[in-house]
């Protein structure tokens, strides 16, 4: 990719215009891109592997993808692909305002929930002012940031989490979003939700406070967050969840949040009208009437999170408990490790860009995987230290 951060064609001091490029605003330039978990296919084609052959647990799907019922529910909507979707996803809606017992115009849809993070911060955010986020928060949340010229806080994290008292600290009057990720994006940190509605309601009313909850579902139902109901109480609450993850809709790009009605009708004026796609409303309300899948997956997810955990033990790494459908691991040359992974055919996830150089992100995932993937990692981590070595 063209790093344009130090575009050399921005040569006013050379005595010409800049071309387009140059004229892009500097924060736009300045945003380091996303980089996200290695495709399969291009694995596959680097090092001449059958993309089956190939383990990816590299960004937080559900390695069981959607249920039965889902697919069905896609092959039927298939036949409605000539027409535009439904832009005010009436179905999906209705479905999750009963879901959560709140009104439908409390409901924006995205394509992922990371539209939703991004209308928040488009509806929000002008050039010069400022968000607030946690040092290891989920990188999206900078990015939107830096996209609409405001300005990142990043507050310093307290055993990898979400320092709360400290992210309250952090704000002045030009705060206009803080995000809080619960379970937390690398790290898999977690926060009871009573610590979670003292925060919102300790922060001033014109600051829009983003809990996003995108691995809820992966929670046990006693630790399963209520946020969702404390909309009518807090107006500048915004929760996001998710299908991409334990609904294993990742590939159709669908999410949602829910919020005070007025600030979804800001989110509705910013977004495009057919955001989210007519599969991916068909799967995702397909996905929400078909519990019991949920549920296995949470069951597969847990069982395997031991094996990790075990496996991680038996071969002397340290790694941080984790809520989600992942977990980091700290192996050292993260980097090293991470490549010789890849050779080994198995893709993960490193975390340098988090500010986490040491370790590496993994997705849970099924058992046989899980094997695979360890079986890997000891053999990667000798083979890194043979080349440090040598
Ligand atoms: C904490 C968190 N929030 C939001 C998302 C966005 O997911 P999606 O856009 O697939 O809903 C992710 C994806 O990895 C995430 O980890």
């Known amino acids: 990719m063209t790093d344009l951060r130090s575009d050399t064609r921005d040569t006013a001091a050379a005595g010409r215009a800049p071309d387009a490029p140059g004229r892009a605003p500097e924060y736009v330039r300045a945003i380091a891109p996303y980089v996200g978990g290695k495709p399969i296919d291009e694995l596959a084609r680097e090092l001449r592997l059958d993309p089956l052959s190939i383990v990816k647990l590299a960004s937080n799907e559900n390695p069981r993808g959607p249920g039965p019922r889902v697919r069905e529910a896609v092959a039927a909507a298939a036949a409605e692909l000539p027409r535009y979707p439904d832009g005010n996803g009436y179905a999906l809606k209705h479905a999750l305002a009963a879901r959560h017992a709140r009104s439908m115009d409390e409901i924006v849809l995205g394509n992922g929930s990371n539209d939703v993070l991004e209308l928040v911060a488009q509806a929000f955010l002008r050039p010069g ?160 009437a078909d519990t019991g899948y949920v549920e296995e997956s949470r069951r597969i997810n847990r069982e395997g999170m031991r094996s990790l955990e075990e496996g991680f033990a038996a071969l002397g790494l340290e790694w941080l408990a984790s809520r989600g459908n992942f977990v980091l691991v700290r192996v050292g040359d993260a980097m090293r490790v991470y490549q010789a992974l890849l050779e080994r055919g198995v893709i993960v996830r490193p975390v340098a860009n988090y500010g986490l150089p040491e370790w590496l992100r993994v997705t849970v995932g099924v058992p046989a995987e899980n094997a695979r993937f360890l079986t890997a990692l000891g053999e990667a981590l000798a083979a890194a230290r043979g080349s440090a070595d040598g």
């Open 129 to 288: 002012d400022e968000t607030v986020y946690s040092r290891h928060a989920f990188i999206v949340y900078p990015l939107a940031t830096q996209a609409r010229g405001a300005r990142g806080i990043e507050v310093p994290a307290h055993r990898y989490g979400h320092d709360l008292d400290a992210m309250r600290a952090a704000i002045t009057p030009k705060t206009r979003i803080v995000f809080v990720a619960n379970p937390n994006n690398p790290t898999g940190t977690w926060l009871a939700a009573g610590a979670i509605e003292a925060f919102v309601a300790s922060i001033p009313r014109d600051v829009v406070v983003v809990v996003d909850e995108a691995y809820d579902d992966y929670l046990d139902p006693p630790q399963r967050s209520p946020a969702i109901g404390w909309i009518g109480r807090y107006p500048h609450l915004v929760v996001t969840r998710t299908f991409s993850k334990a609904f294993g809709l990742a590939g159709l790009r669908v999410g949602y949040g829910v919020m005070d009605r007025a600030v979804a009708g800001l989110l509705n004026r910013v977004r495009q009208p057919f955001n989210v796609n007519a599969l991916a409303q068909a799967a995702a309300l397909a996905a929400l």
